[in-house]
């Protein structure tokens, strides 16, 4: 998505040198990499020009500034989550098979955006005013999807529970998987999914405690 | 434990207008709100200074630099962790009242310690060589802790799962409450613990997945 955003040009015509969605993505592509590695607030912009191969006058005609490649990259990470999430809620799957590929879909996404996610996490707070208000609005939309699902689930008499709490500690559980995921470790995406999945859906207890089954 | 650690003073006499141990705390807790607010990166150590009202001369006295305050910051929280989580692991309980424990424990410490986790998740990485290094070795304590009881709870057939996955899944469960929890929010931190205990013991689905319960 990020080849498509219409509102980066400002009405100057496109340089000549190069097609200007490369550039734009060469340059969204250093400013991930280097906003995961070394933060939003240790990064400079000659740095990101210097990672993508772009010069100073080319890097401002195609950002406006530092904080509006920050905005992008959460924008179009939040945006593809909010999309996948919204994909699934619509099936006609009953409320347990939705959330199982809620679960699936959303920790696949996060593996395949672990720096997006390392970013939000750390540097959310650098995007004020409208784009912070944006952002949140976005996330709250992937929220409700997630709590739609679970309130159907309880309505139904599938689900034991569809207190907020529940819901911000699935999600939680399922973010941080950005923290600790390996790419060589020995367990592949899919399985934590469904490892996830199992402990979210069945617990890990084998017996039931009679004081909190409802 | 902020006021016992020994090794501030460098060999300089204490300060003669204060006792030392005042002053460092409140040094800590006026860098804690500073970098909770604001971010490590964001603040500079004159605000500092000025917020926990102390001249710089005494500032640079009781600390070495603003590296050294958030080394203090995150050391003092992370061993209060340990200590609680350490201190459930070695009574006699069975695995699951000793996991149910671990995770009112945890949850009450995440609530109480909500700044220092938010500093730990946006501004670790600041912390360079040994003293990243000192401490990770904390956290993979806390999280060892984890694991024994975990492992424990297998071995004796109470537990479904030992995987290194699901244990990494329940402490991000609850280590993200300190992102959603609000003090006057619907929920008490007592109430919190035992929804998600519940959630992660006993799952949210009301039936058993024939595929998935071993």
New interface residues.
Partial sequence: MTGTAPARRRGRPPAAEAPPGDTRDRILRAAIDLFAE??F??TGVAEIGARADVQRGALYYHIGSKEELLWLILRDYTALMLTAAEHIVETDDPP?AKLRRLIRSHVRLIIDHQREVAIQ???V?ALAGARGAELQTLRDRIQHCWQRV?DD?QRS?????A?H??T??????????A??YRPHGD?SPA??A????????????????PH???
Same sequence: chains 1, 2.
């Avoid at 008499?157 to 529970?161: H, I, K, M, V, Y």
């Avoid at 911000?168 to 998987?177: A, S």
């Fill in positions: 070394q933060g607030h240790g347990v996490l750390r540097d707070g679970i689930g008499g599938a689900l034991r529970s207190d709490v529940v911000n500690g699935i999600l939680g559980m399922l973010n941080t998987v923290f600790w367990r399985q934590i469904d490892l996830l999945a199992t402990t979210l859906l069945d617990g890990i207890s084998t017996t039931t405690d909190t089954k409802g």
